[in-house]
């Protein structure tokens, strides 16, 4: 606190003291007591004891000389311990440079008074704010002293101190909630914004607002809403709320609401007090959230036909379809899942499932039932859900989405069909195959069974020797039971080859399925003067498929380059066939002719149904065989040789295992 400026006490307790010490300081000696200066000095000495006013005297050492009763106790002390001490113990040590100043200035203004207002300190520690009025005196022998009277403001520096702190604090509210203040003269457009509004504004606080410089920064498209609503309140008298947007100097928008309640003042006139909130991060996220809404919308909408909603009992009680959908069913409202779907019954376990999951409240996905649309038609749904909750964790039901799947549940069964008919025409084709190769598959037979006979022969002779060989017989017996088991293995293959069976996909040889197929035709070969060479890689990875099915499609490729070579004659007719690796988790079997080739133009639908190059061919074997290597993930391609003749290549995926 710096000294204040020369003050005049005027008709206050410290003037009066300063009259009653001029009197006691100016009188002249007498050698009698004078009756009048007695009582005179006896009036000031009750009034420096008794008036509730803190008096100091004190000489141009900082001594203190005297101090009133009332004074001293205010500071918890007595007059004998402040009488002789210096004035600065009653100081706080950072403020006792100042109050130096404040005496030295008093000694040097003899009859100026100085007011300033400073801290004391009691005996106890605490602090007491006094305002004090000084002025130096000259006593009778012309030496100075300072009178002091001091003022205890200690109750208004408090109660200031708590107004700035709030004050502080709601500048720091405002900050914190974006929040800024204001008032207007809806008369004279006198306005007043707080520091916050200053920084919402983005104006300098050392400037004062002006109505022209806001409705500058207002965006242009709500300056007009911006007058109508402030010029209608102020004619009305009425409160207003509205939000506007803030045109930046950096071009950015920023949104603001503005609320102010109307008032009157002391001449009737309209004033208004309100606040202005920084809006813009609420805008913010409230257009991100849209946005959200809108994204998640357009996802579940892209994913479903309908929303649907379950109260607690699992009764349907929300149905929202998409604009576009008119497969929702109709009058489900009420109605629990099970009571929709016809097929409840019939299915009866995956509906205990379902109920089970409802009742443990977890979320379930990809429920397919039956039901019917809006026409009655049966269609197929498939649903999923999730559980919801208030607050509390009380279980409030389900919300999910529905979706038609009729069209992909026909599809399957389509497929399934197509399926069916597939592996019946593959069968038949097994079967005409078979009939083809009757005199291949006679040979193979009789081969094993001549040889049955021819040993059986060599035993009896060996056994009516005398003494009989025992041990020829005993070989010849072993090369029975060798040439019977080959015999029966041909059976057997040609069996599975007849026989209606499921597809059975398990590892296989590759190279054992290709001599397996070979040996069926061997006698094919043979009546058509066709050679075989066969390049098989060694240890060859497995491969994982259905033995029957991949042996149908090599007897097909090999009786047709057996065909294909029927009318080559300038050449031997051999047909290759070949297996390996390809280094990229597959396995390459590729069977080539060396007959008339293909023509170009047939490559592209060589595999087509129905199309053949055959004069008496159905068109069927290569479709089928195509459609046999893709349910393998494979694929079947030809191409034309460039020595004349054809190749069919099959390339087939490796076992998992050994592809690892």
Same mark, same amino acid.
């Given at each position: 606190?710096?000294?204040?400026?020369?003050? @005049?006490?005027?008709?206050?307790?410290?003037?009066?003291?300063?009259?009653?010490?001029?009197?006691?300081?100016?009188?002249?000696?007498? @050698?009698?007591?004078?009756?009048?200066?007695?009582? !005179?000095?006896?009036?000031?000495?009750?009034?420096?004891?008794?008036?509730?006013?803190?008096?100091?005297?004190?000489?141009?050492?900082?001594?203190?000389?005297?101090?009133?009763?009332f004074g001293a106790a205010q500071l918890g002390y007595t007059t004998a311990e402040l009488i002789g001490r210096s004035v600065l113990d009653v100081f706080f040590e950072e403020d006792r440079d100042f109050v130096r100043a404040c005496v030295a200035l008093c000694l040097e203004t003899v009859d100026q008074s100085h007011t300033w207002e400073i801290r004391k300190v009691r005996k106890d520690g605490s602090v007491l704010w006094v305002r004090e009025n000084a002025k130096t005196m000259l006593r009778a022998d012309g030496g100075p002293i300072v009178l002091v009277a001091c003022e205890n403001i200690t109750e208004r520096k408090e109660a200031e101190n708590a107004l700035r702190q709030s004050e502080a604090y709601l500048a720091q509210a405002q900050e914190l909630s974006h929040t800024g203040s204001f008032g207007w003269r809806a008369a004279t457009g006198e306005i007043t914004w707080s520091k916050e509004t200053y920084r919402i504004f983005q104006c300098d606080e050392g400037t004062k607002p002006q109505i022209p410089v806001m409705l500058q920064r207002i965006h242009p498209e709500d300056r007009l809403a911006v007058q109508q609503t402030t010029g209608r309140a102020a004619r009305e008298g009425e409160d207003y709320d509205h939000e506007y947007r803030l045109l930046m100097p950096d071009g950015s928008i920023k949104y603001v609401r503005a609320v102010a309640r109307a008032m009157r003042d002391s001449g009737g006139r309209v004033e208004f007090v309100g606040s202005v909130t920084d809006i813009t991060a609420t805008k913010e996220a409230e257009r991100r959230l849209r946005e959200s809404e809108q994204r998640f919308r357009a996802y579940a909408e892209t994913a479903s036909d309908w929303f649907w909603e379950t109260g607690p009992d699992h009764r349907v009680t929300v149905i929202s379809e998409h604009s576009d959908t008119v497969t929702a069913p109709a009058g489900l409202i009420g109605l629990t899942r099970w009571d929709?779907?016809?097929?409840?019954?019939?299915?009866?376990?995956?509906?205990?499932?379902?109920?089970?999951?409802? =009742?443990?409240? @977890?979320?379930?996905?990809?429920?397919?039932?039956?039901?019917?649309?809006?026409?009655?038609?049966?269609?197929?749904?498939?649903?999923?859900?999730?559980?919801?909750?208030?607050?509390?964790?009380?279980?409030?039901?389900?919300?999910?989405?529905?979706? =038609?799947?009729?069209?992909?549940?026909?599809?399957?069964?389509?497929e399934d069909a197509l399926r069916k008919a597939q592996a019946e025409l593959a069968h038949v084709t097994r079967v005409t195959?078979?009939?083809?190769?009757?005199?291949?598959?006679?040979?193979?037979?009789?081969?094993?069974?001549?040889?049955?006979?021819?040993?059986?022969?060599?035993?009896?002779?060996?056994?009516?020797?005398?003494?009989?060989?025992?041990?020829?017989?005993?070989?010849?017996?072993?090369?029975?039971?060798?040439?019977?088991?080959?015999?029966?293995?041909?059976?057997?293959?040609?069996?599975?080859?007849?026989?209606?069976?499921?597809?059975?996909?398990?590892?296989?040889?590759?190279?054992?399925?290709?001599?397996?197929?070979?040996?069926?035709?061997?006698?094919?070969?043979?009546?058509?003067?066709?050679?075989?060479?066969?390049?098989?890689?060694? !240890?060859?990875?497995?491969?994982?498929?259905?033995?029957?099915q991949l042996q149908q499609v090599l007897i097909n490729l090999i009786m047709n380059g057996i065909e294909a070579m029927e009318d080559v004659h300038d050449r031997p007719r051999e047909l290759a066939i070949r297996s390996a690796a390809d280094g990229e988790g597959a396995m390459l079997v590729s069977v080539a002719d060396c007959g008339v080739g293909i023509d170009e133009q047939a490559i592209d639908r060589l595999f087509t149904p129905f199309f053949t190059t055959k004069s008496g061919g159905m068109g069927m074997g290569l479709s089928i065989c195509r459609s046999i290597i893709e349910t393998h993930g494979g694929r079947l391609s030809a191409a034309p040789n460039q020595s004349g003749g054809a190749t069919f290549q099959i390339t087939l995926p490796l076992h998992r295992e050994e592809a690892s």
């Amino acid at each position: 606190m710096k000294p204040g400026r020369a003050a @005049t006490f005027g008709k206050s307790a410290a003037q009066f003291l300063v009259g009653c010490v001029r009197q006691t300081v100016t009188v002249k000696p007498r @050698t009698e007591p004078d009756g009048g200066l007695l009582e !005179a000095v006896k009036q000031w000495q009750q009034v420096f004891e008794h008036n509730p006013v803190m008096y100091f005297m004190v000489d141009p050492a900082g001594t203190v000389i005297n101090v009133n009763t009332f004074g001293a106790a205010q500071l918890g002390y007595t007059t004998a311990e402040l009488i002789g001490r210096s004035v600065l113990d009653v100081f706080f040590e950072e403020d006792r440079d100042f109050v130096r100043a404040c005496v030295a200035l008093c000694l040097e203004t003899v009859d100026q008074s100085h007011t300033w207002e400073i801290r004391k300190v009691r005996k106890d520690g605490s602090v007491l704010w006094v305002r004090e009025n000084a002025k130096t005196m000259l006593r009778a022998d012309g030496g100075p002293i300072v009178l002091v009277a001091c003022e205890n403001i200690t109750e208004r520096k408090e109660a200031e101190n708590a107004l700035r702190q709030s004050e502080a604090y709601l500048a720091q509210a405002q900050e914190l909630s974006h929040t800024g203040s204001f008032g207007w003269r809806a008369a004279t457009g006198e306005i007043t914004w707080s520091k916050e509004t200053y920084r919402i504004f983005q104006c300098d606080e050392g400037t004062k607002p002006q109505i022209p410089v806001m409705l500058q920064r207002i965006h242009p498209e709500d300056r007009l809403a911006v007058q109508q609503t402030t010029g209608r309140a102020a004619r009305e008298g009425e409160d207003y709320d509205h939000e506007y947007r803030l045109l930046m100097p950096d071009g950015s928008i920023k949104y603001v609401r503005a609320v102010a309640r109307a008032m009157r003042d002391s001449g009737g006139r309209v004033e208004f007090v309100g606040s202005v909130t920084d809006i813009t991060a609420t805008k913010e996220a409230e257009r991100r959230l849209r946005e959200s809404e809108q994204r998640f919308r357009a996802y579940a909408e892209t994913a479903s036909d309908w929303f649907w909603e379950t109260g607690p009992d699992h009764r349907v009680t929300v149905i929202s379809e998409h604009s576009d959908t008119v497969t929702a069913p109709a009058g489900l409202i009420g109605l629990t899942r099970w009571d929709i779907a016809p097929d409840a019954d019939l299915e009866p376990e995956k509906w205990r499932q379902h109920r089970a999951a409802l =009742d443990a409240h @977890t979320a379930f996905r990809d429920l397919v039932y039956r039901s019917k649309d809006r026409n009655g038609q049966p269609i197929y749904v498939r649903t999923s859900g999730k559980p919801f909750f208030d607050a509390n964790g009380n279980f409030l039901g389900y919300r999910g989405v529905c979706t =038609d799947v009729t069209a992909a549940i026909r599809a399957d069964q389509a497929e399934d069909a197509l399926r069916k008919a597939q592996a019946e025409l593959a069968h038949v084709t097994r079967v005409t195959t078979l009939g083809e190769l009757t005199a291949s598959i006679a040979h193979e037979i009789n081969q094993p069974l001549a040889a049955v006979i021819a040993n059986a022969d060599a035993c009896l002779a060996w056994l009516q020797r005398s003494p009989p060989d025992l041990k020829a017989a005993g070989r010849s017996v072993e090369w029975i039971i060798e040439d019977g088991k080959r015999a029966s293995d041909v059976i057997r293959h040609v069996r599975a080859l007849a026989k209606r069976t499921e597809i059975e996909m398990v590892p296989l040889d590759a190279n054992l399925v290709v001599r397996e197929a070979v040996a069926l035709v061997q006698r094919e070969m043979a009546s058509h003067a066709v050679s075989v060479r066969m390049e098989l890689s060694s !240890a060859m990875p497995k491969i994982f498929g259905d033995r029957i099915q991949l042996q149908q499609v090599l007897i097909n490729l090999i009786m047709n380059g057996i065909e294909a070579m029927e009318d080559v004659h300038d050449r031997p007719r051999e047909l290759a066939i070949r297996s390996a690796a390809d280094g990229e988790g597959a396995m390459l079997v590729s069977v080539a002719d060396c007959g008339v080739g293909i023509d170009e133009q047939a490559i592209d639908r060589l595999f087509t149904p129905f199309f053949t190059t055959k004069s008496g061919g159905m068109g069927m074997g290569l479709s089928i065989c195509r459609s046999i290597i893709e349910t393998h993930g494979g694929r079947l391609s030809a191409a034309p040789n460039q020595s004349g003749g054809a190749t069919f290549q099959i390339t087939l995926p490796l076992h998992r295992e050994e592809a690892s």
